[in-house]
């Protein structure tokens, strides 16, 4: 079993859509982080929190210690949201643990 | 500041031939990190420094691999051989480095390799 668990793999969802992506962990961890992968390869982190919730524009990510679980939500999906969401931990060093990805396709 | 620089940014050679790859790192960041990033496998830290020391190597696939950071604003990563299972995208990443902070990182572009 991976430490880092996301769901679902896949995701299709028509523009305007409200969008969750699930991580579940099961190490103990510092901080927790969202990054993004567009499908030109570029990657870049768009959040890190360690407890709360925390939200930029449209995206908002929560995170529950007790429960070992984060969720990332896009709230009026639109087509440039299209991309890889990959969540990571990171215990008491800077290395980071990663998740598989789940793939999101907004359609207009 | 112009972000990670990597280079290059496409690599094609042969089974058998040395490849280095290049890393420049945002200045004033402390922390370097290595990663892999395959279909099969995602993303995996190889190495990271930590004040052009290497703290965790455990992800160095083998001897063929190896890592420099000879200073706070450069780092390698040679394959010598490369293998074609080498071929993936390579990213370099830094960060501020605080201790145990789990900073954020900053990506690099990305190295895309090909072993033939």
């Known amino acids: 079993k991976n430490e880092v668990e996301q769901s679902p793999q896949n995701l299709t969802a028509q523009e305007g859509e409200f969008i969750t992506i699930n991580c579940s962990y099961s190490?103990?961890?510092?901080?927790l982080h969202w990054l993004q992968q567009h499908p030109g390869g570029g990657i870049v982190s768009l959040f890190m929190?360690?407890?709360g919730k925390k939200k930029h524009g449209r995206l908002i990510a929560t995170i529950n210690i007790q429960e070992k679980h984060s969720s990332l939500h896009i709230t009026a999906s639109h087509p440039r949201d299209s991309a890889v969401y990959i969540c990571a931990v990171s215990g008491n060093t800077d290395k980071l643990i990663f998740g598989t990805g789940t793939r999101l396709q907004v359609f207009p | 500041d112009a972000g990670v620089i990597q280079s290059p940014r496409h690599e094609v050679t042969e089974m058998g031939q040395e490849v280095t790859l290049r890393c420049k790192p945002i200045s004033g960041h402390n922390s370097l990190f290595w990663y892999r990033q395959t279909m099969m496998r995602g993303l995996e830290l190889l190495i990271y420094?930590?004040?052009?020391?290497?703290?965790?190597d455990s992800g160095m696939p083998e001897d063929r691999f190896s890592a420099k950071m000879p200073n706070a604003s450069f780092s390698t990563l040679k394959i010598q051989p490369s293998e074609p299972r080498d071929s993936a995208v390579y990213f370099c990443a830094s960060s501020w480095g605080l201790a145990g902070a789990g900073d954020t990182q900053y990506f690099g572009p990305g190295t895309r390799l090909t072993v033939l």
């Open positions: 190490v103990g961890i510092s901080a």
């Open positions: 929190l360690s407890s």
């Open positions: 420094f930590n004040n052009n020391v290497p703290i965790d």
